[in-house]
Protein backbone atom coordinates (compact mmCIF):
# COMPACT_ATOMS: atom_id res chain seq x y z
CA UNK A 1 0.00 0.00 0.00
CA UNK A 2 1.36 3.43 -0.44
CA UNK A 3 0.22 6.43 0.39
CA UNK A 4 0.53 10.43 0.78
CA UNK A 5 -1.01 13.67 2.11
CA UNK A 6 -2.08 17.09 0.99
CA UNK A 7 -3.54 19.77 3.14
CA UNK A 8 -6.99 21.55 2.70
CA UNK A 9 -8.90 24.29 4.97
CA UNK A 10 -12.44 23.89 6.41
CA UNK A 11 -14.69 26.43 7.21
CA UNK A 12 -17.30 27.14 8.98
CA UNK A 13 -18.31 30.39 9.12
CA UNK A 14 -15.38 32.51 8.99
CA UNK A 15 -13.21 30.23 10.84
CA UNK A 16 -10.76 27.68 9.41
CA UNK A 17 -9.60 24.37 10.43
CA UNK A 18 -6.89 22.67 8.65
CA UNK A 19 -7.89 19.11 6.61
CA UNK A 20 -5.53 16.38 6.47
CA UNK A 21 -6.22 14.73 2.78
CA UNK A 22 -4.83 11.22 2.95
CA UNK A 23 -4.62 9.00 0.08
CA UNK A 24 -4.15 5.00 -0.19
CA UNK A 25 -3.55 3.08 -2.69
CA UNK A 26 -3.77 -0.61 -2.36
CA UNK A 27 -4.42 -3.62 -4.39
CA UNK A 28 -7.76 -5.30 -5.68
CA UNK A 29 -10.66 -4.40 -7.82
CA UNK A 30 -10.94 -0.55 -8.69
CA UNK A 31 -13.36 1.44 -6.70
CA UNK A 32 -12.87 4.81 -5.02
CA UNK A 33 -13.95 5.34 -1.54
CA UNK A 34 -14.16 8.99 0.33
CA UNK A 35 -14.53 9.30 4.08
CA UNK A 36 -14.26 11.87 6.88
CA UNK A 37 -17.84 13.93 6.83
CA UNK A 38 -18.20 15.06 2.99
CA UNK A 39 -21.64 17.13 1.85
CA UNK A 40 -22.67 16.18 -1.47
CA UNK A 41 -20.48 18.61 -3.20
CA UNK A 42 -17.06 17.30 -1.32
CA UNK A 43 -18.55 13.68 -1.93
CA UNK A 44 -18.78 14.06 -5.86
CA UNK A 45 -14.96 15.13 -5.87
CA UNK A 46 -13.46 11.22 -6.29
CA UNK A 47 -15.76 11.46 -9.69
CA UNK A 48 -14.53 15.22 -10.95
CA UNK A 49 -10.95 14.43 -9.84
CA UNK A 50 -10.80 11.05 -11.77
CA UNK A 51 -12.44 12.14 -14.89
CA UNK A 52 -10.31 15.27 -14.76
CA UNK A 53 -6.97 13.04 -14.44
CA UNK A 54 -8.28 11.01 -17.01
CA UNK A 55 -8.56 13.83 -19.25
CA UNK A 56 -5.27 15.49 -18.42
CA UNK A 57 -3.73 12.08 -19.24
CA UNK A 58 -2.56 11.86 -15.81
CA UNK A 59 -4.37 8.95 -15.20
CA UNK A 60 -6.61 7.38 -12.80
CA UNK A 61 -4.95 4.64 -10.06
CA UNK A 62 -6.84 1.21 -11.25
CA UNK A 63 -6.40 -0.15 -8.13
CA UNK A 64 -8.72 0.54 -4.75
CA UNK A 65 -7.68 4.40 -3.63
CA UNK A 66 -9.20 5.68 0.27
CA UNK A 67 -9.27 9.37 0.93
CA UNK A 68 -9.17 10.38 4.18
CA UNK A 69 -10.22 14.01 5.46
CA UNK A 70 -9.03 14.45 9.23
CA UNK A 71 -10.15 15.50 11.51
CA UNK A 72 -12.96 12.75 10.65
CA UNK A 73 -15.69 14.13 13.00
CA UNK A 74 -15.20 17.89 11.45
CA UNK A 75 -18.19 18.00 8.67
CA UNK A 76 -16.38 19.51 5.21
CA UNK A 77 -18.40 21.25 2.61
CA UNK A 78 -17.66 22.59 -0.94
CA UNK A 79 -15.37 22.01 -3.95
CA UNK A 80 -11.96 23.88 -3.31
CA UNK A 81 -11.15 20.48 -1.74
CA UNK A 82 -10.96 18.79 -5.28
CA UNK A 83 -7.04 20.68 -5.91
CA UNK A 84 -5.58 18.58 -2.24
CA UNK A 85 -7.39 15.67 -3.68
CA UNK A 86 -5.96 15.27 -6.79
CA UNK A 87 -2.43 16.06 -5.60
CA UNK A 88 -2.49 13.39 -2.61
CA UNK A 89 -3.59 10.49 -5.28
CA UNK A 90 -1.29 11.90 -7.64
CA UNK A 91 1.48 11.61 -4.87
CA UNK A 92 0.36 7.83 -3.72
CA UNK A 93 0.74 6.70 -7.28
CA UNK A 94 4.51 8.55 -7.16
CA UNK A 95 4.08 10.93 -9.98
CA UNK A 96 6.09 13.60 -7.86
CA UNK A 97 7.85 13.00 -4.68
CA UNK A 98 5.45 13.40 -1.90
CA UNK A 99 7.59 15.46 0.67
CA UNK A 100 6.59 18.40 -2.19
CA UNK A 101 3.37 18.55 -0.36
CA UNK A 102 4.54 18.88 3.56
CA UNK A 103 4.04 22.94 4.30
CA UNK A 104 1.94 23.65 1.43
CA UNK A 105 -2.25 23.79 1.32
CA UNK A 106 -4.28 23.69 -1.63
CA UNK A 107 -7.66 25.17 -3.23
CA UNK A 108 -9.50 25.00 -6.03
CA UNK A 109 -12.37 23.13 -8.25
CA UNK A 110 -11.80 20.62 -10.97
CA UNK A 111 -13.11 20.73 -14.62
CA UNK A 112 -13.61 17.32 -16.01
CA UNK A 113 -11.12 18.83 -18.67
CA UNK A 114 -8.79 19.21 -15.58
CA UNK A 115 -8.91 23.17 -16.48
CA UNK A 116 -8.97 24.71 -12.13
CA UNK A 117 -12.37 26.71 -11.41
CA UNK A 118 -12.09 29.74 -8.36
CA UNK A 119 -13.58 28.85 -5.14
CA UNK A 120 -15.28 30.73 -2.67
CA UNK A 121 -13.85 31.47 0.80
CA UNK A 122 -10.42 31.36 -0.44
CA UNK A 123 -9.47 34.65 1.69
CA UNK A 124 -10.32 32.99 5.05
CA UNK A 125 -9.25 30.12 4.20
CA UNK A 126 -5.87 31.42 3.56
CA UNK A 127 -5.61 33.41 6.58
CA UNK A 128 -6.45 30.19 8.73
CA UNK A 129 -3.28 28.69 6.89
CA UNK A 130 -1.09 31.66 7.96
CA UNK A 131 -2.34 31.13 11.88
CA UNK A 132 -1.73 27.50 11.51
CA UNK A 133 2.05 28.52 10.38
CA UNK A 134 2.22 26.94 6.52
CA UNK A 135 4.47 28.58 3.79
CA UNK A 136 3.31 27.75 0.71
CA UNK A 137 -0.55 27.97 -0.87
CA UNK A 138 -1.61 26.75 -4.58
CA UNK A 139 -4.79 28.05 -5.81
CA UNK A 140 -6.45 28.67 -8.65
CA UNK A 141 -4.50 31.21 -11.37
CA UNK A 142 -7.99 33.17 -11.62
CA UNK A 143 -7.51 34.07 -7.81
CA UNK A 144 -4.11 34.86 -7.42
CA UNK A 145 -5.05 38.42 -6.87
CA UNK A 146 -7.34 37.35 -4.02
CA UNK A 147 -4.41 35.25 -2.82
CA UNK A 148 -2.13 38.05 -2.67
CA UNK A 149 -4.54 40.03 -0.44
CA UNK A 150 -2.58 37.77 2.82
CA UNK A 151 0.95 38.83 3.76
CA UNK A 152 3.63 35.85 4.68
CA UNK A 153 2.61 33.05 2.23
CA UNK A 154 4.53 31.56 -0.90
CA UNK A 155 1.61 31.93 -3.61
CA UNK A 156 1.48 30.11 -6.96
CA UNK A 157 -1.54 29.51 -9.34
CA UNK A 158 -2.53 26.76 -10.92
CA UNK A 159 -5.05 27.05 -14.15
CA UNK A 160 -4.87 23.15 -14.52
CA UNK A 161 -3.70 19.70 -12.96
CA UNK A 162 -0.80 20.31 -15.91
CA UNK A 163 0.60 23.79 -14.00
CA UNK A 164 -0.22 21.91 -10.08
CA UNK A 165 2.19 18.70 -11.01
CA UNK A 166 4.79 21.38 -12.10
CA UNK A 167 4.62 23.26 -9.32
CA UNK A 168 5.00 20.84 -7.14
CA UNK A 169 7.92 19.96 -9.58
CA UNK A 170 9.67 23.04 -8.75
CA UNK A 171 7.77 24.88 -11.00
CA UNK A 172 7.05 28.62 -10.91
CA UNK A 173 3.46 28.02 -11.42
CA UNK A 174 0.80 30.39 -13.70
CA UNK A 175 1.46 33.74 -13.91
CA UNK A 176 -1.20 36.25 -12.55
CA UNK A 177 -3.95 37.58 -14.71
CA UNK A 178 -3.71 41.11 -16.44
CA UNK A 179 -5.00 44.23 -14.21
CA UNK A 180 -8.87 44.13 -14.37
CA UNK A 181 -10.03 47.21 -17.30
CA UNK A 182 -12.98 49.66 -15.35
CA UNK A 183 -16.23 49.27 -16.67
CA UNK A 184 -16.86 52.57 -18.18
CA UNK A 185 -20.30 51.85 -18.44
CA UNK A 186 -20.56 52.13 -14.45
CA UNK A 187 -22.59 55.44 -13.90
CA UNK A 188 -20.73 58.42 -11.20
CA UNK A 189 -21.18 57.42 -7.57
CA UNK A 190 -24.81 58.63 -5.62
CA UNK A 191 -24.42 61.80 -4.54
CA UNK A 192 -27.07 63.97 -2.10
CA UNK A 193 -26.73 66.67 -3.90
CA UNK A 194 -29.25 64.62 -6.07
CA UNK A 195 -31.85 64.92 -3.43
CA UNK A 196 -34.00 67.86 -3.81
CA UNK A 197 -35.47 69.46 -0.58
CA UNK A 198 -35.58 67.12 2.38
CA UNK A 199 -33.23 68.97 4.65
CA UNK A 200 -34.61 67.57 7.72
CA UNK A 201 -34.74 64.25 6.00
CA UNK A 202 -30.68 65.23 5.13
CA UNK A 203 -30.09 66.19 8.84
CA UNK A 204 -31.34 62.40 9.93
CA UNK A 205 -28.68 61.20 7.57
CA UNK A 206 -25.77 63.08 8.94
CA UNK A 207 -26.40 62.20 12.29
CA UNK A 208 -26.90 58.47 11.36
CA UNK A 209 -23.51 58.52 9.36
CA UNK A 210 -21.45 60.17 12.15
CA UNK A 211 -23.17 58.10 14.74
CA UNK A 212 -23.52 55.06 13.11
CA UNK A 213 -27.22 55.06 14.21
CA UNK A 214 -29.97 53.23 12.71
CA UNK A 215 -32.43 55.13 10.58
CA UNK A 216 -36.14 54.48 10.14
CA UNK A 217 -37.48 56.67 7.62
CA UNK A 218 -41.07 56.75 6.71
CA UNK A 219 -43.60 58.76 4.55
CA UNK A 220 -45.71 58.64 1.50
CA UNK A 221 -44.37 57.50 -1.93
CA UNK A 222 -42.25 59.36 -3.93
CA UNK A 223 -40.65 61.63 -1.32
CA UNK A 224 -37.17 60.46 -1.34
CA UNK A 225 -36.92 57.47 0.89
CA UNK A 226 -35.13 55.32 -1.36
CA UNK A 227 -32.79 58.14 -2.51
CA UNK A 228 -31.78 59.20 0.79
CA UNK A 229 -30.61 55.29 2.11
CA UNK A 230 -29.14 54.66 -1.00
CA UNK A 231 -26.59 57.66 -0.73
CA UNK A 232 -25.61 56.90 3.10
CA UNK A 233 -22.43 54.78 2.25
CA UNK A 234 -21.11 57.78 0.59
CA UNK A 235 -21.21 59.87 3.73
CA UNK A 236 -18.97 56.94 6.07
CA UNK A 237 -15.75 56.82 5.92
CA UNK A 238 -13.43 54.02 4.44
CA UNK A 239 -12.49 50.87 6.23
CA UNK A 240 -9.27 50.96 8.50
CA UNK A 241 -7.25 47.84 7.45
CA UNK A 242 -8.72 45.42 9.91
CA UNK A 243 -12.08 45.98 9.15
CA UNK A 244 -11.65 45.54 5.35
CA UNK A 245 -9.63 42.46 5.87
CA UNK A 246 -12.90 41.22 7.62
CA UNK A 247 -15.84 42.13 5.30
CA UNK A 248 -13.37 41.04 2.51
CA UNK A 249 -13.27 37.55 4.29
CA UNK A 250 -17.28 37.63 4.38
CA UNK A 251 -17.33 38.79 0.71
CA UNK A 252 -14.90 35.76 -0.60
CA UNK A 253 -17.48 32.97 1.37
CA UNK A 254 -20.22 34.59 -0.51
CA UNK A 255 -18.51 33.95 -4.04
CA UNK A 256 -18.21 37.98 -4.55
CA UNK A 257 -15.03 38.71 -6.60
CA UNK A 258 -12.11 40.37 -4.75
CA UNK A 259 -9.48 40.71 -8.06
CA UNK A 260 -9.70 44.41 -7.17
CA UNK A 261 -8.42 43.98 -3.73
CA UNK A 262 -9.61 44.02 -0.14
CA UNK A 263 -13.05 45.90 -0.01
CA UNK A 264 -12.55 49.50 1.28
CA UNK A 265 -15.98 51.28 0.90
CA UNK A 266 -18.70 50.43 3.79
CA UNK A 267 -21.14 47.63 1.62
CA UNK A 268 -24.76 48.23 1.04
CA UNK A 269 -26.96 45.43 0.74
CA UNK A 270 -30.65 46.25 -0.27
CA UNK A 271 -32.85 42.54 -0.25
CA UNK A 272 -35.34 42.75 -2.38
CA UNK A 273 -38.99 42.83 0.68
CA UNK A 274 -39.81 38.57 -0.76
CA UNK A 275 -36.33 38.01 0.87
CA UNK A 276 -36.34 34.39 3.10
CA UNK A 277 -34.55 34.24 6.51
CA UNK A 278 -32.10 32.31 5.07
CA UNK A 279 -31.24 34.75 2.58
CA UNK A 280 -31.19 37.87 5.37
CA UNK A 281 -29.43 36.00 8.48
CA UNK A 282 -27.87 32.90 6.18
CA UNK A 283 -28.36 29.81 5.73
CA UNK A 284 -27.70 26.11 4.66
CA UNK A 285 -28.37 22.42 4.73
CA UNK A 286 -25.39 21.34 6.62
CA UNK A 287 -22.82 24.36 7.05
CA UNK A 288 -24.36 27.89 6.62
CA UNK A 289 -23.77 30.56 4.19
CA UNK A 290 -23.48 34.16 5.03
CA UNK A 291 -26.54 35.99 4.62
CA UNK A 292 -27.38 39.81 3.48
CA UNK A 293 -26.52 40.74 7.29
CA UNK A 294 -23.11 39.60 6.99
CA UNK A 295 -22.82 41.11 3.70
CA UNK A 296 -23.58 44.14 4.97
CA UNK A 297 -21.02 44.08 8.11
CA UNK A 298 -19.39 47.17 8.68
CA UNK A 299 -21.63 48.56 5.79
CA UNK A 300 -25.36 49.46 5.37
CA UNK A 301 -28.37 46.98 5.43
CA UNK A 302 -31.53 48.51 3.68
CA UNK A 303 -34.66 47.38 3.91
CA UNK A 304 -36.96 48.85 1.33
CA UNK A 305 -41.05 49.04 1.61
CA UNK A 306 -40.05 47.31 5.27
CA UNK A 307 -44.16 46.12 6.44
CA UNK A 308 -43.77 44.17 3.32
CA UNK A 309 -41.28 41.98 4.71
CA UNK A 310 -42.43 39.30 6.34
CA UNK A 311 -42.63 39.46 9.98
CA UNK A 312 -40.75 36.20 10.55
CA UNK A 313 -37.96 37.90 8.81
CA UNK A 314 -37.97 41.05 10.11
CA UNK A 315 -37.82 39.44 13.96
CA UNK A 316 -34.80 37.25 12.90
CA UNK A 317 -33.15 40.86 12.95
CA UNK A 318 -33.45 41.44 16.64
CA UNK A 319 -29.98 39.77 17.73
CA UNK A 320 -27.64 40.68 15.38
CA UNK A 321 -28.95 44.34 15.85
CA UNK A 322 -27.55 43.82 19.38
CA UNK A 323 -24.76 41.99 19.29
CA UNK A 324 -23.22 42.62 15.55
CA UNK A 325 -23.30 39.01 14.66
CA UNK A 326 -25.35 36.20 14.25
CA UNK A 327 -24.77 32.20 15.08
CA UNK A 328 -26.35 29.80 12.92
CA UNK A 329 -26.84 26.41 14.47
CA UNK A 330 -27.05 23.08 12.68
CA UNK A 331 -26.95 19.46 13.51
CA UNK A 332 -23.51 19.11 12.56
CA UNK A 333 -22.17 22.34 13.24
CA UNK A 334 -22.62 26.26 14.06
CA UNK A 335 -21.30 29.00 12.19
CA UNK A 336 -20.89 32.30 13.35
CA UNK A 337 -20.38 35.55 11.02
CA UNK A 338 -20.01 39.29 11.78
CA UNK A 339 -23.19 40.90 11.15
CA UNK A 340 -22.45 44.69 12.37
CA UNK A 341 -24.51 46.47 10.27
CA UNK A 342 -26.26 49.70 9.88
CA UNK A 343 -30.11 49.37 9.44
CA UNK A 344 -32.14 51.90 7.43
CA UNK A 345 -35.94 51.11 7.07
CA UNK A 346 -38.13 53.16 4.63
CA UNK A 347 -41.62 52.50 5.21
CA UNK A 348 -44.87 53.74 3.35
CA UNK A 349 -48.11 54.84 5.97
CA UNK A 350 -50.06 52.35 4.21
CA UNK A 351 -50.63 50.08 1.69
CA UNK A 352 -52.12 52.99 -0.86
CA UNK A 353 -49.79 55.47 0.71
CA UNK A 354 -51.88 58.42 1.10
CA UNK A 355 -52.35 57.85 5.16
CA UNK A 356 -51.96 61.47 6.88
CA UNK A 357 -50.70 63.51 3.59
CA UNK A 358 -52.83 66.23 3.18
CA UNK A 359 -54.79 66.40 0.34
CA UNK A 360 -54.29 62.78 0.28
CA UNK A 361 -56.96 60.22 -0.97
CA UNK A 362 -56.11 57.32 1.43
CA UNK A 363 -58.63 54.56 0.10
CA UNK A 364 -57.58 52.68 3.28
CA UNK A 365 -59.81 51.64 6.63
CA UNK A 366 -58.40 52.71 9.56
CA UNK A 367 -57.88 49.16 10.53
CA UNK A 368 -55.78 48.40 7.59
CA UNK A 369 -53.78 51.27 8.26
CA UNK A 370 -53.05 49.99 12.03
CA UNK A 371 -51.97 46.73 10.69
CA UNK A 372 -49.67 47.54 7.98
CA UNK A 373 -47.80 50.19 10.87
CA UNK A 374 -47.62 46.98 12.98
CA UNK A 375 -46.17 44.31 10.72
CA UNK A 376 -42.74 46.19 11.96
CA UNK A 377 -43.23 45.26 15.67
CA UNK A 378 -42.18 47.15 18.55
CA UNK A 379 -39.21 45.36 19.70
CA UNK A 380 -37.53 46.11 16.17
CA UNK A 381 -38.92 49.89 16.52
CA UNK A 382 -37.20 50.16 19.35
CA UNK A 383 -34.05 48.78 18.07
CA UNK A 384 -34.31 52.51 16.14
CA UNK A 385 -32.03 55.11 16.74
CA UNK A 386 -33.96 58.19 14.84
CA UNK A 387 -37.29 57.86 13.20
CA UNK A 388 -37.57 60.40 10.33
CA UNK A 389 -40.99 61.24 8.94
CA UNK A 390 -40.87 63.10 5.17
CA UNK A 391 -43.03 65.21 4.07
CA UNK A 392 -43.74 65.86 -0.14
CA UNK A 393 -41.38 68.83 -1.38
CA UNK A 394 -42.47 71.81 -2.26
CA UNK A 395 -43.21 72.74 -5.86
CA UNK A 396 -40.75 75.13 -6.18
CA UNK A 397 -37.99 73.32 -4.94
CA UNK A 398 -38.40 71.36 -8.12
CA UNK A 399 -37.53 73.53 -10.94
CA UNK A 400 -34.35 73.55 -12.77
CA UNK A 401 -33.34 76.82 -10.93
CA UNK A 402 -33.45 75.88 -7.44
CA UNK A 403 -29.59 75.53 -6.62
CA UNK A 404 -28.29 71.74 -4.99
CA UNK A 405 -27.73 71.17 -2.06
CA UNK A 406 -24.83 70.10 -0.11
CA UNK A 407 -22.67 67.39 -2.08
CA UNK A 408 -21.65 64.19 -0.31
CA UNK A 409 -18.61 65.07 -0.12
CA UNK A 410 -18.85 68.20 1.65
CA UNK A 411 -20.77 66.02 4.34
CA UNK A 412 -18.55 63.57 4.52
CA UNK A 413 -16.04 65.51 5.91
CA UNK A 414 -18.37 66.64 8.68
CA UNK A 415 -18.98 62.96 9.60
CA UNK A 416 -15.30 62.27 9.49
CA UNK A 417 -14.48 65.23 11.83
CA UNK A 418 -16.94 63.94 14.35
CA UNK A 419 -15.92 60.35 14.09
CA UNK A 420 -12.79 61.65 14.84
CA UNK A 421 -13.93 63.22 17.76
CA UNK A 422 -15.55 59.71 19.05
CA UNK A 423 -12.38 57.66 18.56
CA UNK A 424 -10.39 60.16 20.94
CA UNK A 425 -12.77 60.22 23.80
CA UNK A 426 -13.76 56.79 23.63
CA UNK A 427 -9.75 55.53 23.52
CA UNK A 428 -8.53 52.41 23.88
CA UNK A 429 -11.88 50.84 24.66
CA UNK A 430 -12.54 49.28 21.48
CA UNK A 431 -15.23 51.07 20.43
CA UNK A 432 -14.78 53.38 17.58
CA UNK A 433 -18.73 55.15 17.13
CA UNK A 434 -21.30 56.30 19.44
CA UNK A 435 -23.50 53.55 18.10
CA UNK A 436 -21.63 50.98 19.53
CA UNK A 437 -21.38 52.08 22.89
CA UNK A 438 -23.35 49.39 25.33
CA UNK A 439 -25.19 51.41 27.57
CA UNK A 440 -24.21 50.97 31.15
CA UNK A 441 -20.37 52.50 30.02
CA UNK A 442 -22.42 54.93 28.10
CA UNK A 443 -24.27 56.13 31.36
CA UNK A 444 -20.89 55.20 33.71
CA UNK A 445 -17.71 56.45 31.88
CA UNK A 446 -19.07 59.44 30.04
CA UNK A 447 -20.87 62.41 31.73
CA UNK A 448 -24.87 62.41 31.14
CA UNK A 449 -25.87 65.42 29.06
CA UNK A 450 -27.66 68.25 31.12
CA UNK A 451 -31.55 68.38 30.83
CA UNK A 452 -31.49 64.46 32.32
CA UNK A 453 -35.07 65.29 33.98
CA UNK A 454 -35.98 65.18 29.80
CA UNK A 455 -35.28 61.60 30.08
CA UNK A 456 -36.81 61.50 33.30
CA UNK A 457 -40.07 62.49 32.03
CA UNK A 458 -40.39 60.64 29.18
CA UNK A 459 -39.71 57.35 30.96
CA UNK A 460 -42.29 58.16 33.73
CA UNK A 461 -45.04 58.77 30.78
CA UNK A 462 -44.08 55.32 29.45
CA UNK A 463 -42.58 57.14 26.26
CA UNK A 464 -39.27 55.57 25.95
CA UNK A 465 -38.09 52.50 27.40
CA UNK A 466 -34.74 51.73 28.91
CA UNK A 467 -33.29 51.07 25.47
CA UNK A 468 -34.79 54.31 24.13
CA UNK A 469 -33.00 55.98 27.17
CA UNK A 470 -29.54 54.78 25.87
CA UNK A 471 -30.74 55.42 22.04
CA UNK A 472 -31.12 59.12 22.81
CA UNK A 473 -28.07 59.61 25.27
CA UNK A 474 -26.08 58.40 22.20
CA UNK A 475 -27.68 60.88 19.69
CA UNK A 476 -27.21 63.66 21.89
CA UNK A 477 -23.32 62.49 22.12
CA UNK A 478 -23.20 62.64 17.95
CA UNK A 479 -25.37 65.97 17.86
CA UNK A 480 -22.63 67.36 20.06
CA UNK A 481 -19.70 65.76 17.77
CA UNK A 482 -20.94 67.42 14.98
CA UNK A 483 -21.55 70.56 16.44
CA UNK A 484 -17.68 70.33 17.52
CA UNK A 485 -18.46 70.95 21.67
CA UNK A 486 -16.94 68.60 23.95
CA UNK A 487 -20.57 67.50 25.92
CA UNK A 488 -23.96 67.52 25.00
CA UNK A 489 -25.81 70.60 26.17
CA UNK A 490 -29.64 69.93 26.94
CA UNK A 491 -30.75 71.52 23.29
CA UNK A 492 -28.98 68.56 21.92
CA UNK A 493 -30.61 66.68 24.42
CA UNK A 494 -34.08 68.19 23.63
CA UNK A 495 -33.05 67.59 19.48
CA UNK A 496 -32.40 63.96 20.13
CA UNK A 497 -35.09 62.88 21.88
CA UNK A 498 -37.45 64.90 18.99
CA UNK A 499 -35.09 62.79 16.69
CA UNK A 500 -36.11 59.31 18.72
CA UNK A 501 -39.69 60.14 19.04
CA UNK A 502 -40.26 61.27 15.32
CA UNK A 503 -41.22 64.41 15.45
CA UNK A 504 -39.83 67.41 13.04
CA UNK A 505 -36.40 68.82 13.95
CA UNK A 506 -34.78 71.25 12.49
CA UNK A 507 -30.73 70.69 11.65
Known amino acids: MSQARAWSVALVGVEGTMVEVEAAISSGLPKTIMVGLPDAALYEARDRCR ?78 VVRRGFGRVIVPAGQLREAALVEGLGIAGAADLADLFDILR ?49 GPPGVGKTLLAERLPGLLPDLEPSEALEVSAVHSLAGLNLDG ?34 RAHRGVLFLDEAPEFSPR ?76 HLRQVRAALLGAHHPPGEASAVVAERVLAARDRQRDRLGPSGWRTNGEVPG ?57 LAMRRGEEVKP
Request: with cysteine; proline share 10%.
Open 51 to 128: AAMASARFGWPSDPVTINLSPATLPKAGSHYDLAIAAAVAAAGRRFDPAALEGTALFGELGLDGRVRRVRGLLPALLA
Open 170 to 218: GGPGALPPPPSVPDEATGPPLDLSDVVGQVEGKWALEVAAAGRHHLFLH
Open 261 to 294: GLVRRPPYADPHHSASVASLVGGGARIALPGAVS
Open 313 to 388: VMEALRVPLESGRIVLGRAVATATYPASFQLVLAANPCPCGQSGVPDGNCRCAPMVVRRYAARISGPILDRIDIHQ
Open 440 to 496: PALRKRLPLPDGSELLDAAVARGRLSARGVDKVLRLAWTIADLAGVARPTREHLHTA
